[in-house]
Every structure is written in structure tokens, then in C-alpha cells.
């Protein structure tokens, strides 16, 4: 396979090139620094994250328009507990929080709010072609979800830990364990003398980010019945099918990854600990190098965390976190610009807004206002 590498900062800055966008932000906490900091302190361990059960943090889903390099306007249009997943598509709009989603319709004034035992720290929703089904990744129990968007039923479901991804290990401790939610499984485990962690009430057990097995943070729909899952601990990307939930992995060797998806005629992936991005075909792999853009100080000068990316036709959006930015990226052109935001926003996902999509954001911004109860907004 041929290789090449690209360094971005030697593309041109050029904000003009690119056109006024207007974008809906998850910003998953108001709160960054808290969050590097907690990053930071567990970069001396085997995982990284979170070793045990943390409070849960306010964030909100923002509506910026981004025009010649600056963010023009910017709305908070909803207020949530830990908003991480958000996408648009026909007519739809999907919003999570930390443990349920909204999916709103066009020409309607409320959601249908889907609610499931299995979801936990959600991270993405995404929408099929024909907006009858949303796909949901419960980042926290290692599972994607699949609904119907008029019933909200469950459709399909993944386990990681039902297919071989089923191994945790604490950092702190350096013991491994097997994960499951069988009881039947769990106890052939222990009588073998093994660690094991039964998860058998989700609503009550949680499991923090470094001893999770898998950490799905990204399934997209690959258009040829398969599901994309980016695996955050193991640095892979990996295609399952929806007909007998077999997998395989299609790109390795990552560091943090998130955002694996498909693009054009093979895949991109946010490299978000190798400050990269990928993109593979079966010919190629062309990897674009942000390292050496400027924007970084202190304890974060020699680190990178590209939390994800999104695009639209050749413009490639993706959020800096370390230079509080969003670095727009166009390959062919070979031109950039670097849109500061809010150093105190966490940002973890971006959708992009057009005429059809548009027309949703007052809808959806009045019944939050109306209807996200206090325990949600306080949480």
C-alpha cells in the first residue's frame, strides 16, 4: 500500500476559501480545563481516563455560524446533561445526552425521546440514508444501539463484549477481567479461577472510561450493510456486520482514534492522540499531520487531541482541542484556517447545517427551554 504523509501547517491560511458554515456543536462541558487536567493526570498510567465513576457535567448544544475565519454568532440552544452525539439528515435532527436522545422531525414541536437500559455515555448518533433508523453508540457498556426513528423500538444491537472484545484492565492496579452481562458466563469465569465484572442492572452499574474493553466512541453506517466502530483503547477501526455481528478491522495502529467513517471511495479517521488525520483506500493511506500547527501552550504544548471530524464535500472540519480551534481543511486546495472558539468549551461533536436542516433549531431550542426538567439541567 502507498503511504504519504502531509504536513498542514505548511498548507496555505487562507479563510476566505472557505464558505460562511454554519455548524450545531455537542459541547459535552463548559468545564475544558477540568477535563484536560483529569487527562493529564492519567496519562502515568497503562489507559488513559477515568478509574472511577465520575459526577456527570452541564454542557449545552451550541449554534455557531463560522464566517472568514471567526466565529460571527454563537447560541447555547440547549442546555444538557454531558450532550455528545448530534446529526442532521431529510427532515431529522438527533441530540443525546448522557443517556437518551432526541430526535426531532421537521414540521414537528417535540421530540421522540428514546430511552434504553444498555445506553450510557452516549458519543454519536447517526442517521441511515433514509432516515428510518438511527445508530447509537453507548460508549459507557461498550454496545451499539440501533432504533427505528418513528417508534423509537430497538432494531439491532452489538455487544463488544459478546463478540471477543471482553477484557477490562485496571490501570491502577494492572489486573485484568472479563466483562458480561451473562450470569451464566460470569460464573464459568470465576470457577476458572478468573477476574470477572458481571454488568447485569446498566441502569445501576457503571463503568468508567479505562476499564472499559472496547470504548466504542464513533459507529457510522458504511452503505453496504456493514456498521463502522471506532475502538478509542485499542486504536482500530473495525467494519461489523449487521447480518451475524462478525467484525473485522480495517485500520490499525491509531492513537486514541475517533470519527471513523466513510469517505469518498474508502474511510477517515481522527488519529486524536497522533494529532493526524487518515484517510484509506484499498491503494492508499494519505495521513495529514496538524502536530506542528501553532495555538498550544503550557502542559499541552507537546500533546495532541483532535476530538473528531466531520466533512462536507472537500471541506474537512475537524476540533482541536489543544488549540481550542476548528481547523478547516481543504486536501485538494491544500489551504487551511484555524477558527478559535471558547477555551472553556469541551467540544466533542460538530454537525453541519444547510437550508433543510436550518429551519429545525427553533423547534428544538423552545422545547428544551420548555420541557429539560431541573434534575437534567442540574445534574
Known amino acids: 500500500m502507498k503511504s504519504m504523509r502531509f504536513d498542514v501547517s505548511q498548507f496555505r491560511e487562507d479563510a476566505g476559501h472557505f464558505p460562511r458554515t454554519e455548524l450545531l456543536l455537542a459541547v459535552k462541558s463548559f468545564d475544558l480545563q477540568a477535563i484536560q487536567k483529569r487527562y493529564l493526570d492519567s496519562r502515568s498510567r497503562s489507559k488513559t481516563g477515568s478509574v472511577e465513576r465520575r459526577h456527570p457535567t452541564q454542557g449545552g448544544v451550541v449554534h455557531i455560524i463560522v464566517d472568514n475565519g471567526k466565529i460571527a454568532q454563537n447560541k447555547v440552544i440547549a442546555t444538557l446533561t454531558e450532550p455528545r452525539g448530534v446529526d442532521f439528515t431529510k427532515g431529522y435532527a438527533a441530540v443525546s445526552s448522557e ?224 488549540r481550542h480551534s476548528l481547523i478547516f481543511l481543504d486536501t485538494q486546495a491544500k489551504k487551511r484556517t484555524q477558527v478559535e472558539y471558547d477555551p472553556n468549551w469541551a467540544i466533542q461533536e460538530l454537525a453541519f447545517l444547510d437550508d433543510a436542516s436550518r429551519p429545525m433549531l427553533s423547534a428544538m431550542e423552545s422545547w428544551f427551554e420548555k420541557n429539560i426538567n431541573e434534575s437534567d439541567r442540574n445534574t
Open 99 to 322: 443517556d437518551k436522545v432526541f430526535l426531532f422531525q421537521i414540521g414537528e414541536n417535540h421530540p421522540n425521546v428514546i430511552e434504553h437500559p444498555w445506553l450510557s455515555y452516549i458519543h454519536t448518533v447517526r442517521f441511515n440514508k433514509d432516515s428510518s433508523r438511527v445508530l447509537v453508540t453507548s460508549s459507557g457498556l461498550d454496545t451499539i444501539l440501533e432504533f427505528d426513528t418513528s417508534s423509537g423500538e430497538c432494531l439491532w444491537e452489538w455487544f463488544a463484549w459478546d463478540h471477543g472484545i471482553n477484557e477490562g484492565k485496571n490501570p491502577r492496579s494492572n489486573e485484568s477481567f472479563t466483562l458480561t452481562r451473562h450470569a451464566e458466563e460470569a460464573s464459568r469465569i470465576e470457577e476458572m479461577g478468573k477476574k470477572v465484572l458481571l454488568i447485569s442492572d446498566p441502569r445501576k452499574q457503571a463503568i468508567p472510561t479505562a476499564l472499559r474493553a472496547a470504548f466504542i466512541n464513533t459507529a457510522e453506517y458504511d452503505g453496504n450493510g456493514g456498521i463502522l466502530a471506532t475502538l478509542f483503547h485499542a486504536g482500530e477501526v473495525i467494519v461489523i456486520s449487521t447480518a451475524d455481528c462478525s467484525w473485522r478491522r480495517i485500520i490499525d495502529g491509531l492513537n486514541k482514534p475517533h470519527g471513523g467513517m466513510i469517505y469518498e471511495d474508502g474511510y477517515m479517521v481522527t488519529d486524536t492522540g497522533g494529532g493526524r488525520m487518515v484517510f484509506m483506500t484499498e491503494e492508499e493511506c494519505l495521513s495529514y499531520d496538524y502536530s506542528k500547527l501553532p495555538g498550544k501552550s503550557g502542559l499541552l504544548e507537546k500533546l495532541e487531541w483532535l476530538q473528531t471530524s466531520r466533512h462536507r464535500y472537500q471541506m474537512i472540519a475537524t476540533i482541536d482541542s489543544n
